[in-house]
């Protein structure tokens, strides 16, 4: 047991179960490694409904006000396409050191966070490994833990969000990675920056916390977690973040990620080859450029997220009610005579796609992108027409 860290039993400590596997199948072909074949693939966030009719998307959390005007211009600007990009993301790692006024040898660039997260965990954990994470977190995590093989740990939570004592009560001598998603998804929840430099305090300093910062942008720049501070001060802190939300840059797939020099230097030697594109890069710095454009993508984002949180208030008579949020999203629970499948089917009715994730353990619940005006509106009056409609 290391010293300060309780271990907690089986039960208090749950792992996540694998699947059951299959007979072997009868040729001598190729076969998967089982921690591979225990992997339930990532499944993207509906866009259709019945017969392929094409749905208002609000299940991915994509910014409704598009893309910066000057990203966009900044694509004509990527040069030949039979050239290959800057392997090293060069010119983006500096615009990205000078926005956030961090060292820009600290800094590695992948396809989307998603990379990045994936190869913390296979440049730090392994078979016989643990990695842990917090109940109703980002469903990579599970499969990051899963394709290195190692075993993936589920903390408690409190209230949908994250409880520090919980998490530290999960590390055992086998814990090598604590991912953390901060705001949290799918839930919204926030651990605020006391509370988040209680938990690395309570880490062993050979466990990696990733810090994932996928919805970072759209808090408050007073209210934020300090995790640039902690992954600039310390060997075992990496934040990563993503140009896929605010940024409006989702179809780009950039991500970024910044911690101590070796820690750059483990994600660099796995992650892939020219992983950025030419375009992406030259979109990101541009877009990173458009501090105005961030600006009303927060702002719009913070207006129409408490009006609709005001909405779904409002129906609480009728069980719903909405876990309070820091992204550009709302889960909403239906904990009344409406269900989140009826209700999600109801909307896919109406012409909207949102997020249902009884995979996750959210069976109860739908995630709900914070769209246009016109949009939320038209949803929470669904919802409103539905709940009525179930009494």
């Keep these: 047991m290391r010293a300060g860290v309780s271990v907690t039993s089986s039960e208090s400590r749950p792992t996540v179960a694998a699947p059951t596997p299959g007979p072997a199948p009868a040729s001598a072909g190729p076969q998967m490694k089982p921690w591979i074949a225990a992997i339930h693939p990532y499944v993207p966030g509906r866009s259709s409904g019945a017969g392929g009719r094409a749905l208002v998307k609000l299940s991915a959390n994509e910014n409704p ?6 990203a966009i211009a900044a694509r004509a600007e990527a040069g030949p396409a039979a050239l290959y990009p800057d392997p090293d993301a060069t010119a983006l790692r500096a615009a990205l050191a000078a926005v956030h ?9 992948g396809t989307g966070s998603g990379e990045l997260l994936t190869v913390a965990a296979g440049a730090f954990a392994g078979p016989g490994d643990e990695v ?11 499969i990051a833990a899963r394709r290195c093989g190692a075993t993936p740990v589920v903390a408690p939570d409190a209230a949908y969000g994250t409880d520090v004592d919980a998490l530290l009560g999960c590390v055992t001598p086998r814990t090598r990675v604590v991912f953390l998603a901060n705001p949290n998804n799918p839930t919204g929840t926030y651990l605020p920056r006391g509370e988040l430099a209680r938990l690395h ?10 810090l994932d910062h996928a919805y970072a942008e759209y808090v408050d720049p007073g209210e934020e977690d300090g995790g640039l501070a902690l992954a600039a001060a310390h060997p075992n802190v990496l934040v ?17 990620a910044t911690g101590a020099p070796e820690l750059v230097a483990a994600l660099n030697r796995l992650r892939g080859p020219f992983n950025v594109a030419a375009t992406g890069q030259r979109m990101a710095i541009a877009a990173l ?14 207006a129409e997220r408490a009006r609709f949180a005001a909405a779904i208030g409002a129906l609480g008579n009728h069980g719903l009610r909405a876990v309070p949020s820091e992204a550009n999203f709302l889960l909403v ?3 009344g005579e409406l269900t989140a499948a009826a209700a999600l089917e109801g909307l896919a009715q109406r012409g909207y796609a949102v997020r249902h994730l009884p995979g996750q353990g959210l069976a109860q619940a739908l995630r709900i992108t914070i769209g246009t005006p016109a949009q939320m509106d038209a949803i929470a009056a669904g919802l409103r027409a539905m709940a009525e409609g179930a009494r």
């Excluded at 842990?132 to 599970?142: A, D, I, M, Q």
């Excluded at 305090?201 to 990733?210: Q, S």
């Design 65 to 70: 006000l598009g893309t910066s005007a000057q």
């Design 101 to 109: 006024g961090l060292d820009a040898a600290r800094i590695v660039c």
């Design 132 to 142: 842990l994470f917090v109940r109703y977190g980002f469903s990579l995590y599970e």
């Design 201 to 210: 305090a309570g880490l062993p300093g050979d466990v990696l916390l990733v």
């Design 240 to 256: 990563t973040r993503t140009f896929s939300k605010i940024y409006g840059l989702a179809a780009e797939r950039i991500g970024w």
């Design 289 to 302: 450029a458009d501090e105005a454009f961030v600006r009303a993508s927060r702002e719009h984002n913070r």
């Design 333 to 335: 629970l239906f904990e």
